[in-house]
């Protein structure tokens, strides 16, 4: 009997006929893709060779091939920026040409400065500041009514584009000195606990009381006699619940024995003038400009 006339086995369980391949005693059932599903395969087999010709597909040394139909994504990308930016051109030339107050004054400006200085602040300040702007321990909270360099339109025009202890020759710049350095560590704990009494937070008064003479020889000069700050000097108000390195005792001791110093860039070096005037609408909008 030939080969041709071998009849397949079929399998009692399905009524279906096997292929003759076994493994383990595991007999393989001839049930064949349904043509529909084939159909799908070999149509999607040759769009995938025609997107390959068509379209950029394969990674060569220095770029992609190209395909017959020259796409090119950044092409395309770079054409919607351009479409966009004369859009808003008419907005963005205004606000190139006039100052602050101008732009504050004028309700559709200001609220094009303030989305557009929102989408800045997110790509170049947020990282520090937080997304909200809330700030966080050694970087200043931009909501709130404590402002150490001012929080007027062109105080914060000249903190953004100027920056805070950078290598800029415009930064704005201030130093605590290391107390620890002039000071005993009882002298240094007495003037935290009077640090604490001037924000109405808990304090020992004894050693509070002990510290007065001390604070008006050694602080009041920055931070004032009752400690409300010095915008000036970029010397931080010390008598509300507003704290940049933490209100604690021991933090309180730790800024005054070997203070932290923070920096920011001069951001007028690394964007445009009309994006710094964008950021400044934005941050004074936050609900603490003044």
């Known amino acids: 009997m030939s080969v041709h006339d071998h009849k397949p086995e079929i399998d009692a369980a399905t009524g279906v006929g096997t292929t003759g391949h076994e493994w383990d005693g595991v007999k393989e059932l001839n049930n064949p893709l349904p ?11 040759i769009w995938a060779v025609g997107y390959m010709i ?22 395309e990308l770079a054409e919607e920026m351009q479409v966009a930016a004369k859009a ?19 309700p559709e ?17 947020s990282q520090c500041h937080g997304s909200g702007a809330q700030g966080a321990i050694g970087y200043p909270n931009l909501n709130d ?26 930064a704005r710049y201030s130093e605590m000195p ?38 008006a020889d050694n602080c009041a000069d920055c931070h004032g006699e ?13 008598a509300d619940a507003i704290w940049l390195f933490r209100g604690d005792s021991d933090s309180i001791i730790r800024q ?7 920096v920011m860039p001069a951001w007028g070096e690394k964007l445009s003038p009309t994006t710094i005037k964008e950021l400044t609408i934005y941050v004074h909008s936050l609900g603490g400009g003044q």
């Open 178 to 215: 290391a107390f620890s350095e002039m000071l005993e560590p009882k002298e240094i704990k007495s003037v935290a606990q009077y640090v604490l009494s001037l924000s109405g937070l808990d304090h020992d008064p004894n050693q509070a009381s002990q510290a007065v003479e001390i604070f």
């Open 88 to 106: 808003q051109s008419q907005w963005r030339d205004q606000i190139r040409d006039l100052d602050l107050t101008e732009i504050s004054a004028s």
């Open 256 to 262: 005054i024995s070997t203070p932290s110093h923070g």
């Open 226 to 238: 009752k400690g409300e700050g010095d915008v000036e000097m970029g010397a931080p108000k010390l």
């Open 109 to 125: 400006l200001a609220r094009f400065a303030t989305r557009a200085g929102k989408a800045a602040f997110a790509v170049n300040c």
């Open 145 to 170: 009514d404590d402002w150490i360099w001012g929080g007027a339109l062109e105080e914060i025009h000249d903190t953004i584009r100027y920056g805070v202890r950078n290598d800029s020759d415009d």
């Open 54 to 75: 068509a379209y950029p597909a394969w990674p060569m040394v220095s770029e992609a091939t190209r395909g017959v139909l020259g796409y090119s994504s950044r092409a």
């Open 35 to 45: 043509r529909w599903w084939l159909s799908i395969f070999y149509i999607s087999i």
